[in-house]
């Protein structure tokens, strides 16, 4: 049973371009949370999705960041127009969704911006 | 609103010793609570939860959790540190209105030898 998978690992893009995100929950999860953590910070809250549903969107900036996760397919964190402040690990976990059960966490994708 | 503080940026305990990393919660209503560790450039990993029941909670690696209702708080121990224990240690805390895991600042354990 493979674990959450994120791809891809490392992105760098140029202060403009798009960066998106993917992450595949584990199977059988139907829930996805994306986190961000900057350098020597914790992790920030940004996006809560069920399965074509946005559940919690309070930790989204307001402008250039997307979420999505569709009924087939791993679910997208999309950024554009990226910024050098863009720059963090941006991490995805799946879970069932009970409030009782843990969330399993990706790797990770670490942005650079140059 | 539900929140989880770690009161301690570093913890630095001599490999052998017991090590305690501080968590304390704030919720309205049944608390159910986490704990995750990060080794560098990894992602989280989890160790152990509480939901209900007994106080003391066992998890991976030798960690285990005590639950305090009435401190709210639920510390992370261990009776012996190991070096390889060495790494960024997280508290969450489950929203109950939205269903999101909400996690503490990080507590970084150095275990000398």
């Known amino acids: 049973n493979a674990g959450v998978m994120q791809n891809p690992r490392h992105l760098v893009r140029r202060r403009g371009q798009e960066a998106r995100l993917r992450c595949s929950p584990m199977k059988g999860h139907s829930h996805v949370y994306w986190y961000r953590q900057l350098p020597e910070e914790g992790l920030k809250f940004m996006v809560y999705l069920q399965k074509e549903n946005i559940i919690d969107e309070s930790g989204m900036p307001k402008e250039r960041f997307s979420a999505e996760f569709p009924k087939e397919g791993p679910s997208i964190l999309r950024i554009q127009q990226v910024v050098r402040g863009d720059s963090a690990a941006y991490f995805c976990a799946s879970s069932q969704g009970q409030v009782n059960t843990e969330a399993f966490f990706g790797q990770g994708t670490r942005l650079t911006v140059v | ?113």
Do not use: M
């Open chain 2, 1 to 113: 609103a539900q929140s989880v503080a770690q009161p301690e940026d570093q913890v630095n305990v001599a490999e052998g010793n017991p090590l305690t990393v501080k968590c304390t919660y704030s919720v309205s209503g049944n608390p159910y609570l986490f704990w995750y560790v990060q080794y560098p450039n990894r992602g989280l990993q989890f160790l152990l939860k509480y939901i209900t029941g007994d106080n003391l909670v066992k998890g991976s690696y030798g960690f285990e959790a005590e639950f305090n209702k009435s401190q709210t708080s639920f510390h992370l121990k261990k009776p012996s540190a190991l070096v390889s224990d060495s790494a960024l240690y997280f508290c969450a805390v489950r929203d109950i209105s939205s269903g999101k895991l909400i996690f503490g600042q990080g507590t970084t354990l150095q275990v000398k030898p």
